[in-house]
Nanobody, 121 residues
Framework: VQLQASGGSLVQAEGSLRLSCTAS????????IGWFRQAPGKEREGVSC????????LYADSVKGRFTIPRDNAKNTVYLQMNNLKPEDTAVYYC???????????????WGQGTLVTVSS
């Protein structure tokens, strides 16, 4: 069971970026997927999550209205679409798979390696 987060890069403030979380060894549509991030010197925080069906989503207050979490089960991939990026969004972003719906890491069983997003002002 593996998850791979990708798509991180350097982007200017107010720009957009789409991260991908691709699963191998399991079918992603059987799991809720969460995106988390950890900025330098800070604790990891939940950013967004989506249920296996895609019908329910949650967003951290800091990203509401700017981020969405579409999923493409046919590609075994969940995305994090990030718009209107701010310097404070700079962090390593991780995706995780689990059951239920929540922004706490306790909900998730499988974690991928992170991808770095840097937003310049």
């Amino acid at each position: 069971v593996q998850l791979q987060a990708s798509g991180g890069s350097l982007v200017q403030a107010e720009g957009s970026l789409r991260l991908s979380c691709t699963a191998s060894g399991f079918i992603v549509d059987q799991y809720s997927i969460g995106w988390f991030r950890q900025a330098p010197g800070k604790e990891r925080e939940g950013v967004s999550c989506v249920t296996s069906t895609g019908r329910s989503t949650l967003y951290a207050d800091s990203v509401k209205g700017r981020f969405t979490i579409p999923r493409d089960n046919a590609k075994n991939t969940v995305y994090l679409q990030m718009n209107n990026l701010k310097p404070e969004d700079t962090a390593v972003y991780y995706c995780a798979a689990g059951h239920g719906l929540g922004l706490s890491s306790a909900w998730y069983d499988y974690w991928g390696q992170g991808t770095l997003v840097t937003v310049s002002s």
